[in-house]
């Protein structure tokens, strides 16, 4: 039996932040829902059925992507104004360049070139790499980000939104990792949220063409997106949007699939070679026909997908029957965005407990991110707690309202990364964000649910 339902009408979530930090207004406005027993709004399911099906490969391919190989220390300067562009080596005679080798500060501004010759000592890197000059001669597997969930949704009024700030905001604050669930309507890739009668983003290859031009902008960062294939869309479906906004220019193609722990290059060989957006998509990849969007789950795992468990237990989900000793061999995602499962009426409601976001994006307490990370890795509160923890650090902090807690799941990232955070975050809220009243998780009182008809 299948039911029908009126819209959902003046839907209210309290938050627990400060003045500060709106998180933009959660009035839901008058919308069509999908038939379904489930309605998320700003959380998402764990899918089920066998049409979601994940990857099982036995044997590593090897392909030819171009990439450098070695590490590469020298950035001509002439790369920001070119398309493409090739390492420098020092000779003995003078050569202008760029270091991008990871080392500590020196006495040579940021942006700066030098004079060397065969004889001189190469002088110490101060251009940033993903904002830190100590991450340039890192692997890309061996950093943590933060990482937007679902986050093109930002919408205003529409409880469904999981981000305050537009994607161009939360690039420059930091984030790093950019997550959102896309369907097909009509021939056309859309940005939805469930459904696009609850939220509607607007088109892939808009959004695809915003991160475009900013990574155009910043040639010194390296920008992971992660696709949700929410449609089971055939992936060259998506190769259109990518190419037509600009973003397949950058998009890596990793020399090898799968890719282990160990075999990402660095971010200066990434930025060296112009090839610094890593596409993820989680389900139908086909690296054979498009071998620049990646199988997300070749190549890390993910904690508990849409968590309502306030202790974020540090254990593998996705994909599933992983074992411990591969799961160790590939990056990880933590699921750090706490949902509230209510039911009313016969139906079950996700959404985003906001009332709880300042503690749930803190570095330290109770259900903060930074409490995760530790037990993620082992370094706090080993004694209280039987989790499952792994020798490294999570690659990608996946966060809802990131600005919320003035930069604090920057500040956990860096402690992971160990870097000081002291950028200024964040970007401004809309104006026609109001702030949230501090009550409980949800004023089910508010909310009308009327059954039209049962469909049999």
């Known amino acids: 039996m299948m039911l029908q339902f009126l819209p959902l009408a003046c839907l209210l979530f309290p938050a627990a932040h400060g003045q500060n930090d709106n998180v933009g207004s959660n009035t839901l406005p008058t919308i069509g829902l999908p038939s379904t027993s489930i309605l998320n709004l700003g959380g998402d399911l764990v899918p089920t059925g066998t049409e979601f099906s994940y990857q099982s490969l036995t044997s590593t391919v090897t392909l030819s992507s171009g990439s450098l190989s070695g590490e590469t220390a020298l950035w001509a300067n002439g790369l920001s104004t070119s398309t493409h562009a090739s390492s420098t080596t020092p000779s003995s005679s003078s050569t202008s360049f760029t270091v991008l080798q990871g080392t500590l500060q020196s006495t040579t501004p940021a942006n700066a070139t030098a004079t060397v010759n065969s004889t001189s000592t190469q002088p110490a890197n101060t251009q940033p790499c993903n904002n830190y000059p100590e991450f340039c001669a890192r692997k890309y597997s061996n950093i943590t980000e933060v990482a937007a969930h679902n986050s093109p949704f930002v919408v ?27 369907h097909m309507i009509n021939g056309t890739l859309l940005y939805c949220h469930t459904s696009c009668d609850l939220l509607n983003a607007g088109t892939a290859e808009s959004y695809f ?111 599933p029957g992983l074992s411990i000793e591969d799961a160790q061999q590939r990056m990880y995602l ?23 976001l300042n503690e749930t994006n803190n570095v330290t307490g109770p259900g903060s991110l930074g409490e995760t990370a530790d037990d993620c890795t082992d ?46 975050c964040c970007g401004m809220v809309p104006s026609t964000a109001i702030p949230l009243r501090r009550n409980s998780v949800l004023l089910a009182s508010t909310l009308g649910v009327a059954i039209v008809s049962a469909l049999v």
């Open 156 to 182: 205003p009024n529409n409880a469904a939104s999981n981000q305050a700030l537009k994607v161009i905001d939360q690039l420059n604050d930091g984030i790093r990792m950019l997550h959102g669930q896309t």
């Open 209 to 319: 063409t915003d991160i475009a031009g900013w990574v155009r902008r910043h040639p010194y960062d390296v920008v992971t997106l992660l696709i949700g294939n929410a449609d089971l869309v055939n992936v060259n479906d998506y190769a259109a949007p990518l190419q037509s906004s600009g973003l397949a220019r950058y998009a890596y193609i990793p020399s090898e699939v799968p890719m282990g722990i160990d075999d990402w290059p660095t971010l200066s060989e990434m930025i060296l070679t112009q090839k610094r957006v890593v596409i993820f998509m989680d389900y139908n990849a086909n690296q054979t026909a498009v071998p620049y969007i990646l199988d997300e789950f070749s190549h890390l795992w993910e904690t508990p997908f849409s968590p309502t468990d306030r202790s974020f237990p540090c254990i593998q989900q996705r994909p």
């Open 334 to 356: 933590v699921n750090h965005n706490l949902n509230t499962e209510l039911t009313l009426a016969g139906i079950t409601i996700l959404a985003p407990t906001v009332s709880l």
């Open 379 to 424: 370094q706090r509160h080993a004694a209280e707690r039987v989790v499952e923890r792994w020798s490294r650090p999570p690659n990608f902090l996946l966060v809802d309202y990131y600005n919320v807690g003035a930069g604090s799941v920057f500040k956990v990232a860096a402690e992971l990364n160990n870097v000081i955070y002291d950028r200024e």
